[in-house]
């Protein structure tokens, strides 16, 4: 399915923060591609991302446009887990790969199995990009060799405002006036928990031990601007630490800006294959 021109054609969902960037560079030809048609939940939103564009892609009335549409072999999710239980089965049924930035969605077994079987099927492929972390490569490399998983992440209140942890537990994250640990468990609740803050988790989890097995520890700290995350990984192969301290998104406090470069990255990877580099 791709086009005569020899760039893919690009679906996008969601017009939020990540999606406003990685249409502009895909606009800017930073990305070997095409972007044909954006959709979100709401109209403004992608009305406001193309007025930033010189491009024109097509505004989707529903997810079923850009499903059906034939001048489109990839479709980038950067909407929400809800997104991708609700459209990437179809979207791989419709012979198009997929990029996913909400990976936490993930950590549904069920899902995960269903979309796996589905890649093979379809003979697809589904993209993820590492986001806000590093070292990806290396813990999928000593997978099998791995005893224990730690995710340490610090990051101002304001970036995790609206987490349903604050919202079930009617906590207010501005009121916490010092550095304090708020939550550790596993990495499959934490995504239910913070499901728009630590995607990392969730892909840790699916390069490494597992959801129930990796550990997930969340700092907030009112005088950080920075969000931070730190691996902590232990096996027979020895023992690695990684920490990252990440810039914020301009856009999007929630996001760390390596996030979005990393989503960039791993689109530009995907439309253009000749190179490639890590595991």
């Known amino acids: ?17 990540i999606g406003k960037e990685l249409a502009t560079a895909i606009d800017e030809g930073k990305v070997k591609g095409m972007l044909k048609v954006v959709y979100d939940i709401y109209r403004d939103n992608a009305i406001g991302l193309l007025d930033r564009l010189e491009s024109r892609p097509r505004i989707a009335e529903s997810v079923d446009d850009i499903i059906l549409a034939e001048d489109v072999d990839i479709v980038v999710e950067a909407a929400s887990q809800q997104a991708v239980r609700d459209y990437v089965k179809p979207i791989i049924q ?42 990806i490569d290396a813990i999928k490399s000593v997978r099998h060799l ?11 209140p304001r970036a995790l405002q609206g987490a349903p942890f604050f919202v079930e537990r009617n906590i207010d994250p501005a009121s916490i006036k010092s550095k304090s640990v708020i939550y550790e468990g596993n990495a499959r609740e934490a995504v239910k928990l913070f499901p728009a803050n630590i995607n990392v988790a969730a892909l840790l989890s699916i390069a490494g031990i597992g959801a129930d097995k990796t550990i997930v520890r ?17 096996g027979r192969f020895g023992e690695l630490h ?18 979005v470069l990393s989503a960039v990255e791993c689109l530009r990877s995907a439309c253009d294959d000749r190179l490639s580099i890590g595991t």
């Not at 399915?1 to 923060?17: F, N, Y």
């Not at 791995?146 to 101002?156: F, I, P, R, S, Y």
């Not at 990684?242 to 996030?259: E, G």
């Open 146 to 156: 791995l005893d224990h998983v730690m995710l340490v992440t610090t990051k101002n």
């Open 218 to 234: 969340i700092v907030v700290d009112p005088d950080t601007d920075r969000n931070t995350h730190e691996i902590v990984a232990r």
């Open 94 to 135: 419709s012979k198009k790969d997929v990029m996913l930035m909400s990976v936490g969605a993930l950590l549904d077994d069920t899902l995960y199995n269903d979309i796996i079987e589905l890649l093979d099927r379809y003979g697809r492929r589904l993209y993820i990009p590492t986001g806000a972390i590093a070292g």
């Open 242 to 259: 990684i920490q990252v301290s990440n810039v914020p998104s301009a856009s999007n406090p929630r996001t760390s800006y390596l996030a």
């Open 1 to 17: 399915m791709l086009l005569l021109s020899g760039m893919r054609g690009i679906g996008l969902i969601g017009c939020g923060a």
